[in-house]
């Protein structure tokens, strides 16, 4: 009876120490770094407009510069594509274009989190991919100081606070500047009155509201069409030549903003911005992406009331 239960207290020591040697041998396989990989789950964000795609990359930046030593957790995975788009984009998956967005592929994907902006997303697009269980979060700015404030928002939503308010911090701090270096006394004292013209065929322009508004309003400019209630809309050539900007900056694909005289204004020499050469040609890709990016079309504004005065 002894002898029994000694052999059984033998054979289960051998047996834990057959564990543990298996134990080691299988651990001796696995390569070195996997012993101490990052088990932190990564937090996945798939952006359904071009402006927050370029919030989410410099929000991510300025963690990694502020990181520089640890792994960023949030990633970016999938971004709507356009013409023109930046060469980071090529890190990430395809969703679709804003006309033709790939459903299927987003839930593919299964994000942590979809962010879009207001008009830029379907919303029975919102509403199937919620239906799917996936969080979508709309963002929106009426001005330049809420643009800021949706940097710091939209890092929070991607559990990086830290760096969307860093970045927050540094576009007001650089719109504060360009807006102090362009306050002259002489745009103070007359105020131009701006026509801000965002297509030709038909004639856009930018309405009362929204950050195209606020942009001429900041750079010491009157909007022609600030009692309309509209981010943008859809004149007529009467209608301006009634409210006679003494300013017209029109939107095109130049590089360099410049004074135009050949413009479709010119056979209206009664005009002011028409008689004092001050109707000007802008980039529109400053202006075209509530991003950081837009400090470029600011500071272009700005330049040309300061050159018309």
Same mark, same amino acid.
């Given at each position: 009876?002894?002898?029994r ?10 047996? &834990? ?20 990989a ?17 919030i ?7 963690a990694t510069?502020?990181?520089a030593?640890a ?10 594509y356009?013409a023109?788009?930046p ?10 274009s ?5 459903v ?9 989190l ?16 919620e239906?799917f ?19 710091a ?8 606070k830290?760096a ?29 009155r ?9 004639i ?28 943008? &809309?859809q ?24 004074i ?7 056979r ?9 050469k ?11 992406q509530f991003?950081p990016?837009i400090?470029?079309g ?9 050159a018309?005065?």
């Open positions: 009876m002894y002898a239960k000694n052999d059984s207290i033998i054979l289960k020591s051998h047996y &834990f120490k057959y564990c543990v040697l298996v134990f080691w041998f299988v651990l001796s396989l696995l390569p070195i770094q996997s012993l101490y990052n088990t932190t789950k990564v937090f996945t964000v798939v952006s359904l407009s071009p402006n927050t795609t370029a989410i990359h410099d929000v991510i930046e300025q510069k502020e990181n030593k792994e960023i957790n949030t990633k970016l995975i999938g971004s709507i356009y023109g788009q060469k980071y984009y090529e890190n990430y998956q395809n969703i679709g804003f006309q033709a967005l790939n299927e592929k987003i839930i593919s994907l299964s994000p942590d979809v962010i879009t902006w207001t008009g830029q997303t379907q919303p029975q697009v919102i509403a199937l991919l239906r269980g996936i969080k979508v979060v709309v963002f929106n700015a009426e001005d330049l100081k809420s643009l800021a404030t949706s940097f928002d939209i890092g929070a939503s991607i559990q990086l830290n969307g308010t860093a970045l927050q911090q540094s576009f007001v701090t650089q719109l504060e500047a360009i807006i102090k270096h362009n306050a002259t006394p002489a745009i103070k004292r007359h105020k131009p701006v026509l801000l013209q965002l297509a030709t065929q038909p856009f322009v930018a309405g009362g509201s929204g950050i195209l508004n606020d942009i001429v309003t900041q750079c010491g400019g009157v909007n022609v069409f600030k009692d309309m209630n509209n981010v943008s &809309f004149t007529n050539i009467n209608a301006i030549i009634e409210r006679n900007p003494s300013v017209i900056i029109m939107l095109s694909n130049i590089t360099k903003w410049h135009d005289q050949a413009s479709m204004w010119q209206w020499q009664d005009l002011f911005a028409v008689k004092n001050h109707v000007f040609q802008l980039s529109s890709d400053g202006i075209s991003s990016q400090l470029t600011v500071k272009n504004i700005c330049d040309i009331l300061s018309a005065d």
